[in-house]
């Protein structure tokens, strides 16, 4: 007898086969048990008829907790009434774990709750989706690059300096001297691209920032390209063509789940359609003005009411480019025209999901660079390195970050992005 999961049970109807699963929950009449089974793959139905597996086997089903593990047989068949379109008709049912008082109920639970016990609720069908998605987004993103012959890099989570601002590390000790947390790895990528031409790395960054707001996390994973020879405008383009990559391949890849999400896949179509708008933040501060935002002035940081109007205004992702340079990190490249803005450019989600994407075209020359870290306060010491880059064949070069956890937040369309992340950290709450 074939051991199958159950997202592949479309492959044998009509076989009877066996599957390891969870019962997610149950209910039952007098005569037939209906058990929602899970196995890792996907969630269905299994049914049980009192009168085809005798009294015994029935009153084990009907009487199975939630979350107790199981060995189920039985013969897989269509189910046009479910949204996942297969059951199977169980005729055989050995119980391997035990199960009680499982604390997570078919009930709603608040999100303070539902964090606490965040190791189990990774089992419920909504983070099962999430979960789904958020691999998706993952393989898509390796293939993109890949296919386009980024090298793969891994820069140092610990660090000795701060390419964003010394505000927001977590500061360790390292034997006896201090090390950081990483912001991001895009200083090590910018010397990574000079070696190899065009990179990448995916993986966890830090901000030592107590959490406000449903939009921000301590700990979460960046995705990050940089591409020497590479100007602003070429690195946009690759921008949108990743980001539209992406959620084509969720549509492609991910029905089921975006279907347990109640996602609207068109809504979802129209963010694959490029190119992507493209505003200043000189014309976005007057659009918000124009438009009762009397909060904001010129050389202020959006908030969170900001982005929201100015992405669905377009009702697509947009670009805001060109920021002052009083808000902005040392290395990006300064205006060829202006000396009050940089070559900067934030990739604004529609739908109140914000900035998904941080980019820009990086400054070239060595006096420049040293005069902007001295400029922020910052140990020339800790930048010799980077600054060698200036003197070795220099070239023009560009790069961004994706945050991934706010990208699953937006394409799976849930309110907070905390669910994005599978063990993510809440506010200042360590969990073990």
């Given at each position: 007898m074939k051991t199958i999961n159950i997202i592949d049970s479309k492959n044998h109807v009509g076989e009877t086969v066996q599957i390891g699963a969870w019962v997610a929950n149950k209910r039952s009449s007098?005569?037939?048990?209906?058990?929602?089974?899970?196995?890792?793959?996907?969630?269905?139905?299994?049914?049980?008829?009192?009168?085809?597996?005798?009294?015994?086997?029935?009153?084990?089903a009907k009487n199975l907790s939630q979350?107790?593990?199981?060995?189920?047989?039985?013969?897989?068949?269509?189910?046009?009434?479910?949204?996942?379109?297969?059951?199977?008709?169980?005729?055989g049912l050995e119980v391997i774990g035990e199960s009680q008082n499982y604390p997570i109920t078919p009930k709603e639970h608040g999100t303070d709750f539902l964090m606490d016990?965040?190791?189990?609720?990774?089992?419920?069908?909504?983070?099962?989706?999430?979960?789904?998605?958020?691999?998706?987004?993952i393989r898509a993103t390796y293939e993109f690059f890949?296919?386009?012959?980024?090298?793969?890099?891994?820069?140092?989570?610990?660090?000795?300096?701060a390419p964003e601002g010394t505000t927001e590390l977590f500061e360790t000790d390292y034997f006896g001297d201090p090390a950081y947390l990483s912001q991001t790895g895009q200083l090590y990528l910018e010397a990574a691209a000079m070696a190899f031409g065009k990179v990448f790395s995916f993986g966890p960054t830090f901000r030592a920032e107590k959490s406000k707001t449903r939009r921000h996390l301590t700990e979460f994973w960046?995705?990050?390209?940089?591409?020497?020879?590479?100007?602003?405008?070429?690195?946009?383009?690759i921008q949108e063509q990743y980001v539209a990559f992406m959620i084509e391949n969720v549509l492609e890849n991910c029905a089921y789940a975006l279907d347990v999400l109640e996602r609207d896949t068109e809504i979802l179509k129209k963010y694959t359609q490029l190119p992507f708008p493209r505003i200043s933040y000189d014309e976005a501060v007057e659009l918000l003005q124009q438009n009762g935002f009397d909060d904001i002035t010129w050389g202020d940081d959006f908030g969170s009411p900001h982005e929201t109007f100015i992405a669905n205004h377009f009702?697509?992702?947009?670009?805001?480019?060109?920021?002052?340079?009083?808000?902005?990190?040392?290395?990006?490249?300064?205006?060829?025209?202006?000396?009050d803005v940089v070559i900067r450019a934030?990739?604004?989600?529609p739908e109140g999901y914000g900035e998904i994407i941080g980019g820009s075209e990086r400054a070239v020359g060595f006096d420049y660079l040293l005069e902007q870290i001295e400029k922020d306060g910052l140990d020339r010491k800790d930048y010799e390195w980077y600054l060698d880059l200036q003197k070795y064949g220099a070239v023009p070069h560009s790069g961004f970050g994706l945050g991934l956890e706010r990208?699953?937040?937006?394409?799976?369309?849930?309110?907070?992005?905390?669910?994005?992340?599978?063990?993510p950290r809440l506010l200042h709450r360590i969990y073990p």
């Open positions: 007098g005569k037939i048990a209906f058990l929602q089974l899970r196995d890792g793959s996907a969630f269905f139905q299994g049914v049980l008829v009192k009168n085809e597996v005798g009294e015994e086997l029935f009153d084990v979350e107790t593990s199981v060995l189920v047989t039985g013969e897989i068949r269509e189910d046009t009434r479910s949204k996942f379109g297969y059951e199977i008709g169980i005729t016990h965040r190791h189990l609720w990774l089992r419920s069908s909504k983070q099962h989706a999430v979960m789904q998605v958020r691999n998706e987004l890949n296919d386009r012959d980024f090298i793969k890099i891994d820069p140092p989570i610990l660090t000795s300096s960046m995705m990050e390209p940089e591409m020497a020879f590479v100007h602003q405008d070429e690195s946009l383009e009702e697509k992702p947009v670009f805001i480019l060109n920021y002052p340079k009083s808000m902005s990190p040392f290395y990006m490249k300064p205006h060829p025209t202006r000396d934030d990739l604004i989600a990208t699953v937040t937006w394409v799976c369309g849930i309110e907070h992005i905390r669910e994005a992340s599978p063990f």
